[in-house]
């Protein structure tokens, strides 16, 4: 998890995967939860439409989401989930309608995103592998990308053009976490702390 200390302002965060599936876990919901457990008031976004995973994991309904956010008919505060004594809060990815329409490339996922900025301290999005186009859009309207790779499937040449990607867009990558590894959860406590200690200096400076 390297280059933390060039980013600014690390508010939101987008976890992507080098993988077209989920193997049932969140590194997004791991780092969200981490992150309340140390005070933050934080908004786990649930953005992968194609395969939720966020209300599986935290036995949550998905009736209605971020989908319905994003169409106008539910205020975003209306539709989300509140755990930890209010400090995580979940925001389920909604029913996909039957049109084939990119919600998370839409202009409105950005204001989304600028007006959670005002009311949580981190935003942490459970996104689409990298390889679709509106995973390419998020990253450039997130603050950092965190990747996560899996070794054995992901060869060193591909996480470079992977890099390379969402560098064009205009998107930092501030974390790569590679998957099935003994010590990956303690990289994850790592990165949080990492991540906490540097908004308390960021704070400090004038």
Do not use: W
């Amino acid at each position: 998890m390297d280059n933390l200390q060039k980013i600014k302002s690390i508010q939101s965060i987008l976890v992507t995967n080098t993988r077209s599936f989920t193997d049932g876990s969140s590194i997004a919901a791991d780092l969200a939860t981490l992150v309340a457990q140390n005070g933050k008031r934080v908004i786990l976004i649930d953005a992968d439409l194609r395969r939720p995973v966020i209300h599986t994991l935290f036995n949550l309904p998905n009736r209605v989401g971020l989908v319905d956010v994003l169409q106008n008919t539910r205020p975003p505060l209306s539709v989300m989930h509140t755990l930890h004594e209010n400090k995580l809060h979940i925001l389920t990815s909604g029913k996909l309608p039957k049109d084939s329409i990119d919600f998370i490339g839409s202009s409105k996922m950005n204001e989304l995103l600028q007006y959670l900025k005002t009311r949580f301290d981190k935003i942490i999005v459970h996104g689409p592998p990298f390889f679709y186009s509106e995973t390419t859009s998020l990253a450039a309207q997130v603050d950092g990308v965190v990747l996560l790779i899996h070794p054995g499937h992901t060869k060193n040449e591909t996480s470079r053009a992977i890099i390379e990607k969402f560098q064009k867009t205009g998107a930092t990558i501030i974390g790569i976490v590679m998957r099935n590894q003994p010590k990956h959860q303690l990289n994850q406590k790592a990165f949080i702390d990492r991540l906490l200690s540097y908004d308390k200096r960021a704070r400090l400076t004038p």
